[in-house]
Structures are given as C-alpha cells and as structure tokens.
C-alpha cells in the first residue's frame, strides 16, 4: 500500500525567496515518486521524477527534489521563487499500477 | 513528451442530459487511462481506470452506471456522464500511461482538464 503526505496546504513566500514544499510517502515497495504541477482550470504538467537513479533529481522551471529513503521524504524546492511560480503542486507515488496524489499544496507568491 | 488532449474543456449542460467527455493520446498508445474528478481546491479522486478493449475498472463508491466508460482505441477513451445533476458538477482529468518503454516508470500523461457545470 501507498501514501503520500503533503504538509502545509498553502505556502506563501516572497519573489526571490527559496520555495520549499514538503512530501511524505509510505510504500512496500520502491517507489517511483513526482512532482506535478497545476494551474488553474489546467490539468497536470509533470517537474520532475524519481524512478531509482540519482536521489536529487532536476526538473522543469528551476525545481529539484531530493529523495531520501530514511525520512521517507521526497521535499520540493527551487533557490528563487518568481511569480509565474504560483499554482497548485501535487506530489505523488507509484509503486505499481495506480498513482497516489497528494492533498496538494498551493504557492503564493508576493511581489 | 508525450501529449494527451482532452475535449471539450468547458461544458454546461441541464440537468437530466448526459455528457460526454474524449481523452485522446495524440502520439503514442495508451492501453490504460485513468479518470479523476477534482473538487475545488482538493486534490484529484481516482474515479476508474480504463482499459483499451476490456470494461472499465471503478474505484469503490462511483456509480458504474453513472460514469460510463468506453476505451474503444489505444488513443481514445470516453466519459460519458449520465442523466447528469448539479452534483456532477466539476472538474473532470483523465490521464494516460501509455505502453511505451518511456512510461513504464508511472509517469502519467494528463489531457487539459473538462470543467463540467450541470444547470
């Protein structure tokens, strides 16, 4: 079975500020783990993917993740925030057949 | 990558009509798609998976009579929504995962999304 745990259902940071979104799992069986991203009225864009290889893995639009086995954690970041960076994110795990989203977390972003 | 196209993305209906919602994958073939219902501001529910060729199979709770499933192509799959009421109201995604070596690590491939509004 598998789960995903985002905490903080709203971020808000200031423009140039670090973005930092954070994703929890669960899975009995290695996981296949991403990051999606939505706007609104849009469907889903994927960052980023950990699929086994290297445990920091880079996206899209400046985004990175690191995932570690020992905290379970897959957290989200990016250096500077910029407004167009404004959405809905979902983080998600795969281990199997099915994908498993997270509650989500929407980024605010100040001017 | 590869691009999943949803139609149509806006529909407003009376209430007591059906309506039918198309998920096409445009550059490869995808034996499986997936249907998710999302509320405002919540995150996405998986509704049924669909399976090319073979019945549709729905998550615990979703009426199979309600939201009718057809996976006739490897590039098309249907939600047809029947005898709909303002309850049905929202925001409806399929995805795709497609049976290419590039998939198969459970990425999936999302259509833009079909804002469903039952009068």
């Known amino acids: 079975a598998q789960s995903v745990t985002q905490l903080g259902s709203h971020v808000s940071v200031s423009e140039g500020a670090l973005v930092l979104l954070r994703c929890n799992y669960s899975s009995s069986v290695p996981p296949y783990l991403f990051w999606y991203v939505q706007y609104p009225n849009q469907g889903l864009q994927l960052l980023l993917k950990?699929?086994?290889?290297?445990?920091l893995v880079k996206g899209i639009n400046g985004f990175e993740a690191e995932f570690k086995k020992s905290e379970t954690s897959f957290h989200l970041t990016k250096p500077s925030a910029h407004m167009s960076d404004a959405a809905e994110y979902f983080c998600a795990v795969s281990g199997g057949f099915k994908t498993i989203f997270g509650a989500g977390t929407r980024l605010f972003v100040k001017a | 990558g590869a691009v999943v196209s949803q139609h149509p993305s806006w529909v407003i209906c009376k209430s007591g009509t059906s309506v039918k919602i198309e998920c096409r994958s445009l550059d490869f073939q995808a034996t499986t798609m997936f249907w998710y219902r999302q509320f405002p501001k919540q995150s996405l529910m998986l509704m049924a998976t669909s399976n090319e060729g073979s019945k549709a199979t729905y998550e615990q709770g979703v009426e199979k009579d309600k939201f009718l499933i057809n996976h006739a192509s490897l590039t098309l799959s249907t939600l047809t929504v029947t005898s709909a009421h303002p309850e049905d109201s929202s925001f409806y995604i399929c995805s795709a995962r497609g049976d290419s070596g590039r998939t198969n690590t459970g990425e999936l491939f999302f259509g833009e999304g079909s804002r469903l509004t039952v009068l």
């Open positions: 950990y699929t086994s290889a290297a445990t």
